[in-house]
C-alpha cells in the first residue's frame, strides 16, 4: 500500500487569500486525484493530475479556483485560491492502489476552515 | 436523485452487535462496489472490494451486492468498539480507474 502525506493537516484562513496543499507519495505513481470532502456530503473529485501534462478537471472545478502542480511522479499541489467561507471543506489527495484496479489510497486529509 | 444514498446515521449499537450499513444506487452499469472506513480526522482506508453480485467475506466483514435490487450491505460481526468510524461506500463503472461515486457515509458509534 501507498503512503501519502499530506501538509499542512488543518489550517485556518482568511477570506481572499490562497493556499497551497502539499502530496506526497512514497511511490511512484501516474496518476494522483484530488477530492474534496464536504460536511454530510460525498467525496467529490476535483481533478486528476498526470506527471507532465495539464490536471483534468471534474464538472464544477476550474484550473483558476484549484491549479494543481505535478512536478514529478510522487509529488503534487492543490492550491484553493481568492478562498470564500464555502471552500471550508477537507481537501483529500489519493492514488490507485494498482494500474489495473479502482482502489484508491487517501491521505489523512487537509482541513481547512475560512473566515 | 443521487447517483448513491447512504443513511448518514448515527447509528448507535452495543459492543458484539452484528451492524447492517447499506447503499442504495440508480446506475445499472456499476459494477466495482467498495467500502471505506474513516476514522475521525483520518483519511478513508478502502476496507471491502467486490466485483458484481454476491458476497465477500474478510474476517468479522462480509460485504454483499445485489445487483438487481441495486442494493450494497456490509455487515460486521462482533462489532468493536475500535469499529467506531464513518463507513463510505463506492462504486464505479469499469475497472481500472474510473470516476468512483461515494456515498454521503454512515457514520457508527460502538459502544463498550
Known amino acids: 500500500s501507498a503512503v501519502i502525506s499530506q501538509k499542512p493537516s488543518r489550517d485556518i484562513c482568511q477570506r481572499g487569500t490562497s493556499l497551497t496543499i502539499q502530496c506526497q507519495v512514497d511511490?511512484?505513481?501516474?496518476?494522483m486525484f484530488w477530492y474534496r470532502q464536504q460536511p454530510g456530503q460525498s467525496l467529490t473529485l476535483i481533478a486528476t493530475a498526470n506527471q507532465g501534462s495539464e490536471a483534468t478537471y471534474e464538472s464544477g472545478f476550474v484550473i483558476d479556483k484549484f491549479p494543481i502542480s505535478r512536478p514529478n511522479l510522487t509529488f503534487s499541489t492543490l492550491t484553493v485560491s481568492n478562498m470564500s467561507p464555502e471552500d471550508s471543506s477537507i481537501y483529500l489527495c489519493?492514488?490507485?492502489?494498482?494500474?489495473?484496479?479502482?482502489?484508491?489510497?487517501f491521505g489523512e486529509g487537509s482541513r481547512l476552515t475560512v473566515l | 436523485q443521487k447517483e448513491v444514498e447512504q443513511d448518514p446515521g448515527p447509528l448507535s449499537v452495543p459492543e458484539g452487535a452484528i451492524v447492517s450499513l447499506n447503499c442504495t444506487y440508480s446506475n445499472s452499469a456499476f459494477q466495482y462496489f467498495m467500502w471505506y472506513r474513516q476514522y475521525s480526522r483520518k483519511g478513508p482506508e478502502l476496507l471491502m472490494y467486490t466485483y458484481s453480485s454476491g458476497n465477500k467475506e474478510d474476517g468479522r466483514f462480509t460485504a454483499q451486492v445485489d445487483k438487481s435490487s441495486k442494493y450494497i450491505s456490509l455487515f460486521i460481526r462482533d462489532s468493536q468498539p475500535s469499529d467506531s468510524a464513518t463507513y463510505l461506500c463506492?462504486?464505479?463503472?469499469?475497472?481500472?480507474?474510473?470516476?468512483?461515486?461515494f456515498g454521503t457515509g454512515t457514520r457508527l458509534l460502538v459502544s463498550p
Open positions: 489519493s492514488v490507485l492502489a494498482g494500474a489495473n484496479t479502482g482502489e484508491l489510497f
Open positions: 463506492a462504486m464505479g463503472e469499469s475497472k481500472g480507474f474510473q470516476k468512483l461515486v
Open positions: 511511490s511512484q505513481v501516474t496518476m
